[in-house]
T-cell receptor, first 117, second 112 residues
Framework: GAGVSQSPSNKVTEKGKDVELRCDPISGHTALYWYRQSLGQGLEFLIYFQGNSAPDKSGLPSDRFSAERTGGSVSTLTIQRTQQEDSAVYLC???????????????FGPGTRLTVL | EDQVTQSPEALRLQEGESSSLNCSYTVSGLRGLFWYRQDPGKGPEFLFTLYSAGEEKEKERLKATLTKKESFLHITAPKPEDSATYLCAVPRSSGGSYIPTFGRGTSLIVHP
């Protein structure tokens, strides 16, 4: 079956421009996560969607970052007024509804490499 | 503060040379420890979940073990195709949900 897909795979933009990154999760996965991975760094959590609940935005680094998830499926991460420090790989992951354990293994997309000039 | 620390940062092995990667964690109420493999230019790929101290999981040349403070990923007789970055993650409580905290990973290179 289809895995998690992300688009575009690469995005080069100029400082100050807005960008939108898209994530298509695995069908039936109610949980969706966005991460940022900089060179040599670990995965930095950005935002988490679970079903119709309010998203956990605790990882968003500034108010220039926002995300939405329409119809419980596709998600878009928007970065406004991009800065050079926003350059990184942005990864999306989805998982089944967390059970009583609170967490299931994640399935990651290939990522979007963002370069801000 | 919940933390996940992986060591070493990088590891070079000769083909067939067994070794272990470490993931130590400080989190209250462990709800599982997860190992992922990440190849260059790709997203992480799930390997194992461990839930309780003493638990072990195996997959081909990899075996993951868990204690109350750390997890080990043992690689037996590695091959060049095992070269990748190995990540561990521990869920942390966040406003009623659980968000995985990832370590920085161990970059493994296996030379033929």
């Amino acid at each position: 079956g289809a895995g998690v897909s992300q688009s575009p795979s690469n995005k080069v933009t100029e400082k100050g421009k807005d960008v939108e990154l898209r994530c298509d999760p695995i069908s039936g996965h109610t949980a969706l996560y966005w991460y940022r991975q900089s060179l040599g760094q670990g995965l930095e959590f950005l935002i988490y969607f679970q079903g119709n609940s309010a998203p956990d935005k605790s990882g968003l680094p500034s108010d220039r970052f926002s995300a939405e998830r329409t119809g419980g499926s596709v998600s878009t991460l928007t970065i406004q007024r991009t800065q050079q420090e926003d350059s990184a790989v942005y990864l999306c992951a989805s998982s089944l509804t967390p059970g009583t354990g609170g967490y299931n293994e994640q399935f990651f997309g290939p990522g979007t490499r963002l370069t801000v000039l | 503060e919940d933390q996940v620390t992986q060591s070493p940062e990088a590891l070079r092995l000769q083909e067939g040379e067994s070794s272990s990667l470490n993931c130590s964690y400080t989190v209250s109420g462990l709800r599982g420890l997860f190992w992922y493999r990440q190849d260059p230019g790709k997203g992480p790929e799930f390997l194992f979940t461990l839930y309780s101290a003493g638990e072990e999981k195996e997959k081909e040349r990899l075996k993951a073990t868990l204690t109350k403070k750390e997890s080990f990923l043992h690689i037996t007789a590695p091959k060049p195709e095992d070269s990748a970055t190995y990540l561990c993650a521990v869920p942390r409580s966040s406003g009623g949900s659980y968000i995985p905290t990832f370590g920085r990973g161990t970059s493994l290179i296996v030379h033929p």
